[in-house]
């Protein structure tokens, strides 16, 4: 019995360490953002301002930049546009290559598979030539089009959703006169909610978090996206920290709270892709 | 019977043809001219560029600072290597009899869903060398004296730097054993109970087997995820002092987007390329068979 309780709290001071390890650097970095300018020179950056001193002028100054309210915008833009076509033809690629055998269906599945092994930073070199070629340079349109063509994790999900649904239902459902078409988007799509939500989920995570395709392709002021703002931000504020960290925890309020709310379909959903490969 | 096979294939090609023309001139096609750019000198904005044979390959291998930068990958490597008996520790941690694991569960994997531009901005301020936290936290510990520059100093910058990409991505892995630990059926191991085997043999024969086909992956990850280490140098230190502190990947693309030199930078992109699938091979014959054969 001692045994046990000792051993309980051995493990609750390995949890409560890795705790503060992974909340130290934000939670300071929340300090800082109540801080005075002279705060900061006069206060221990591991302590909280005194209470009296506590502003939110930082945050009041980054809310009221209208480059913020721009990168919501196009933040939410993209997101939406690419997830709707993303889950689009990620469900009716992954019922198809699931549930249908036709000529060329091994060359379909291995561009697919050769799709998700190119590794994606480099591919931009050559990519950079066929946006702007298509004259999506500096548009919405680069990042969107690139995340709905090569972000392919959604196919892996949908295809395990699918290979555990009956093979019967289609067949009954085409027996009873039911078109291929109607048969999927009657039948088959909306079994695949679940996974659609978790699809949904990371997507949005991985997009609201992406830095390096607008980066490289919307380089104008209007088009900056959450991630892009806040390291044009950190440009411009040099030298004042307590600014900038307040436009830090407000660029990660997003995600967090996405995380918070659907927990549960993010870590199924990142299990299940890694299980597959 | 005809009339149904001609809809069938007319609901594949019209459902498919979108999906894959996106495919082919989105990822394959520039796949492709990747390998055809790296004969040539394109300067990423010149109508035409010239043949210049395997010039680019024989300069890609005299670049000091880009084996430089790819030994710089091999210390996120190492780094991410060592944290894997470390993860899966936690994993067991977090599934066995815990008092508050699911909240154990959610900080774990939290630093990987957070912004990571923001994360890196986080971590300059925490080693910064003018009222930075970890040196705050060092004097509360007096040891002061271990404090330095900790993302200019050349010899350390790179450790400085793998320390934020664990702390970013181990909670990836963590989830990852977790749910392999967690995938064993129960009845599996009772069933072995039953037929008398201790815990030795479960933890041999079942628990490590499960296991390490996670491994196996994570440690692909690792490779894959080390050799295309990227935001954290290019926001914390853009690979600085110098390419102290570059990667291939970021190394690869200052070369195109910096030095406009894109036929150069094309060549590294074929490099890393043909390092990934050729490692993805090799572990998918050699280590993955091994490990499924010791498995039966």
Redesign the interface.
């Known amino acids: 019995m001692v045994k046990r309780v000792s051993n309980?709290v051995m493990?609750?001071i390995?949890?409560i360490a890795?705790?503060l390890?992974?909340?130290?650097?934000?939670l300071?970095?929340l300090f800082?953002s109540l801080k005075t300018k002279a705060d900061?020179?006069l206060t221990?950056?591991?302590l909280l301002p005194p209470l009296k001193n506590i502003t939110f002028d930082n945050f009041a100054k980054v809310l009221t930049d209208k480059y913020l309210l721009l990168g919501f915008k196009n933040t939410g833009i993209m997101l939406v546009v690419s997830l709707f076509f993303n889950v689009m033809?990620g469900t009716?690629?992954a019922?198809?290559i699931e549930r249908?055998d036709?000529r060329g269906k091994k060359i379909?599945v291995g561009?697919?598979f050769?799709?998700m092994?190119?590794?994606?930073?480099?591919?931009?070199?050559?990519?950079?030539?066929?946006i702007q070629g298509l004259n999506l340079y500096n548009t919405l349109g680069a990042p969107i089009?690139?995340y709905?063509?090569?972000d392919?994790m959604q196919l892996y999900i949908y295809r395990q959703f699918i290979s555990t649904l009956p093979v019967s239902l289609d067949e009954a459902a085409l027996i009873d006169g039911c078109?291929?078409?109607k048969l999927?988007r009657k039948i088959i799509f909306p079994l695949l909610a679940p996974a659609t939500a978790t699809v949904c989920i990371i997507k949005a995570?991985n997009i609201?978090?992406d830095?390096?395709i607008p980066y490289?392709y919307m380089p104008k002021n209007k088009l900056r996206t959450?991630?892009t703002f806040?390291?044009n931000y950190?440009n411009a504020q040099q030298g004042s920290?307590q600014t900038?960290?307040a436009g830090?925890i407000i660029?990660?309020i997003p995600?967090?709270i996405?995380?918070?709310f659907f927990?549960r379909y993010?870590?199924a959903g990142?299990?299940a892709g890694?299980?597959k490969? | 019977m005809s009339k149904l096979s001609r809809?069938?294939?007319q609901?594949?090609f019209i459902?498919?043809v979108?999906?894959?023309l996106?495919?082919?001139?989105?990822?394959?096609?520039?796949?492709f001219?990747?390998f055809k750019?790296s004969f040539t000198n394109w300067d990423?904005y010149s109508p035409s560029s010239k043949f210049i044979g395997i010039d680019n390959y024989i300069s890609m291998l005299k670049n000091s600072d880009l084996w430089l930068s790819l030994k710089n990958n091999a210390v996120y490597f190492v780094v991410h290597l060592l944290m894997i008996p470390v993860e899966l520790g936690?994993a067991v941690?977090?599934i066995?009899?815990?008092?508050?694991a699911k909240f154990?569960?959610?900080?774990?994997?939290?630093?990987y869903?957070?912004?990571?531009?923001?994360?890196a901005?986080?971590?300059s301020?925490?080693f910064s060398p003018i009222?930075?936290?970890f040196d705050?936290?060092l004097q509360?510990l007096n040891l002061d004296s271990l404090s330095r520059n900790w993302l200019s100093d050349v010899k350390i910058v790179n450790y400085v730097l793998s320390f934020v990409s664990v702390?970013k991505y181990s909670?990836?892995h963590v989830?990852?054993f977790?749910?392999?630990l967690q995938?064993i059926p129960k009845d599996l191991e009772e069933a072995a109970k039953v037929d008398g085997a201790t815990t030795v043999h479960i933890f041999k024969f079942i628990q490590v087997p499960a296991i390490m086909l996670?491994v196996d992956?994570v440690l692909f990850?690792n490779i894959?995820g080390a050799?295309?280490v990227?935001?954290i140098p290019f926001?914390m230190t853009s690979g600085g002092p110098g390419y102290a502190s570059s990667t291939f990947?970021l190394y690869?693309?200052k070369t195109?987007?910096t030095f406009s030199n894109?036929g150069l930078?094309?060549t590294?992109?074929v490099a890393?390329?043909v390092l990934?699938?050729v490692i993805?091979i090799i572990q998918n014959k050699i280590i993955h068979g091994f490990v499924l054969k010791n498995r039966r």
């Open positions: 309980q493990k609750q390995i949890c890795m705790v390890i992974v909340l130290a650097p934000i300071l970095t800082a900061m020179v221990s950056p591991l033809f009716i690629t019922f198809i249908f036709f379909v561009l697919f050769i799709g092994l190119i590794p994606t930073f480099v591919t931009e070199i050559s990519r950079f030539k066929v089009i690139i709905i063509a090569s392919l078109s291929y078409f999927f995570i609201i978090n830095m390096y490289l959450l991630t806040l390291m950190a920290w900038l960290a830090i660029i990660m995600t967090i996405i995380y918070v927990q993010i870590l990142i299990a890694a299980v490969e | 809809k069938r294939k609901f594949i459902s498919l979108i999906p894959l996106l495919l082919i001139a989105f990822v394959v096609f520039p796949a001219d990747l750019m990423g936690f941690l977090l066995s009899k815990l008092r508050a154990y569960k959610t900080m774990v994997f939290m630093p869903i957070i912004n990571g531009v923001a994360i901005y986080v971590f301020y925490f009222n930075g936290a705050s936290i509360v702390w909670g990836y989830i990852l977790m749910a392999a995938s996670m992956f990850d894959r050799l295309q990227f935001d926001v990947t690869t693309i195109a987007f894109f930078a094309s590294m992109a890393i390329m990934i699938i993805y």
